[in-house]
């Protein structure tokens, strides 16, 4: 960040809360750009202990394991934004968050590549049957053959889901003499030689290999069940990297024992257990060439560095610009700063008239606005001012005392 742009409330007055261990890489990163008010605990906070430890912090940082609920909320009276250093954010009550005007920030894209490069090393190990030679070799059989063992080049990967992961695994496949074939409900430029597809089933009728990166929704809940097993090529390989509820495994694992098809690798599933050394059970267990692993194709080191990294730098950005870009709950906008003004950031209930009021005000004082901008949710309105510096105390007071203003906060 900028070094002129030093927020009208000191850095090292912020009160800064981690929970759940977040990396220590993030607490330099905020400690370097001056903000030295932190508190780091190890674990998750209950909804009681948040509600006790949130009342004068500014910002709170977590992983998934902490629910910000709206008691929570209500209780922040303080709270300018909340930083999930992970990449979902339903363990935040986003519509609580966005009435209060605090801006929600994670960093959803961190692990796409760990994901990618992990369904490329299933694709070669099963087409190989390796989890069988695998097994044998450890109990001491010795099972040297060609037969059933085939290479990646030439095959068609089919992909259904073109999003983030989905297109990287295309480019990743491509580089190994793949030909790729995805299916995506959105119309999705292919990269590379890649084809689009009609439909799902043109995907499952002609891929060697078929790989899913589609969102958990009610229309991809079981959405490779039976039938859609049945479409696939004899012999085909299934790999699941993208939530549990998508496949019907029962389905899957009587397709494997039918050898209808010839392997799978399953990384999520409908039921996981909470924590490391709980038991866990599938339908999969046993089953030949099938790789299963608990939850862990986003759970790489570059991937934890890349979510602090990247939910630090959207926090300062926000802390100390007003910028929004890749906020949850406050509208996105992203303003450069203006030379020789204060930015002042007004956030409000989203009915007709703000802005209106806000110019009025100003103008009726003789506040000159260098610069504004305005977007809108739902719920919710974000202006950022950049106002002439002389002035900027008293339009701070009159902005306040607008009607429907939720937050008002001076930057610079
Ligand atoms: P994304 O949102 O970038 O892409 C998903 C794509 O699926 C979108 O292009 C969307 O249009 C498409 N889609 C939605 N419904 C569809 C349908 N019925 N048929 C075909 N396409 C459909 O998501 P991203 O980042 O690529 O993630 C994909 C999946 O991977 C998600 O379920 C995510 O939760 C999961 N994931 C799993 C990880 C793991 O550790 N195993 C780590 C990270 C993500």
């Not at 490069?117 to 053959?145: F, T, Y």
């Not at 430029?189 to 060697?208: C, F, I, R, S, W």
């Not at 862990?296 to 730098?313: F, K, L, P, R």
Request: aromatic letters at 6%; glycine letters at 8%; hydrophobic letters at 40%.
């Amino acid at each position: 960040m900028s070094k002129q742009a030093s927020t009208s409330y000191p850095k090292e007055r912020i009160n800064i809360l981690f929970l759940e261990n977040i990396s220590e890489k993030a607490v330099q990163q905020f400690k370097q750009n001056g903000y030295t008010n932190i508190r780091k605990l190890s674990g998750a906070l209950s909804e009681e202990e948040l509600i006790k430890e949130i009342k004068d912090v500014h910002l709170i940082g977590i992983r998934s394991k902490t629910l910000i609920t709206k008691k929570v909320l209500d209780a922040a009276t303080k709270l300018q934004a909340i930083g999930c250093f992970c990449i979902g954010v339903n363990q935040v009550d986003l519509k609580a968050a966005t009435q209060k005007g605090v801006a929600v920030f994670n960093a959803p894209y961190s692990n796409t590549r760990s994901v990618a490069e992990l369904v490329i090393g299933a694709s070669v190990m099963l087409i190989r049957r390796i989890p069988d030679k695998n097994i044998a070799a450890h109990q001491g059989i010795w099972m040297k053959e060609a037969k059933g063992s085939y290479e990646l080049r030439g095959k068609t990967l089919g992909l259904i889901g073109y999003g983030n992961i989905g297109s990287q695994v295309s480019v990743l496949a491509e580089a190994l003499g793949m030909k790729v074939l995805f299916y995506d409900t959105e119309t999705k430029l292919p990269l590379g030689n890649a084809t689009a597809a009609k439909n799902m089933k043109e995907v499952l009728n002609n891929a060697d290999i078929v790989s899913l990166h589609v969102p958990e929704t009610p229309e991809t809940k079981l959405l490779i069940n039976k039938n859609a097993i049945k479409q696939m090529k004899p012999g085909a390989i299934l790999i699941n990297y993208a939530r549990g509820e998508v496949v019907d495994l029962k389905a899957l694992a009587t397709a494997l024992e039918e050898k209808q098809i010839s392997g799978a690798a399953i990384d999520v599933f409908p039921w996981e257990p909470e924590k490391n050394g709980d038991h866990f059970e599938s339908p999969m267990q046993g089953l030949k060439n099938v790789l299963l692993t608990p939850h862990i194709g986003g759970s790489t080191e570059e991937a934890q560095q890349n979510i602090g990294e990247d939910v630090s730098i959207k926090l300062f950005q926000y802390l100390e610009r007003g910028i929004t870009n890749g906020s949850h709950t406050v509208p996105a906008i992203g303003l450069p700063p203006i030379e020789g003004t204060h930015r002042i950031l007004h956030i409000h209930h989203n009915v007709p008239g703000v802005l209106s009021a806000i110019n009025t005000a100003l103008s009726k004082n003789k506040i000159n606005i260098v610069g504004q901008y305005l977007k809108t949710n739902e719920d919710i309105g974000y202006v950022v001012l950049d106002i002439e510096k002389k002035l900027s105390k008293t339009a701070i007071e009159l902005l306040k005392s607008v009607k429907s203003t939720i937050k008002v906060r001076m930057l610079y």
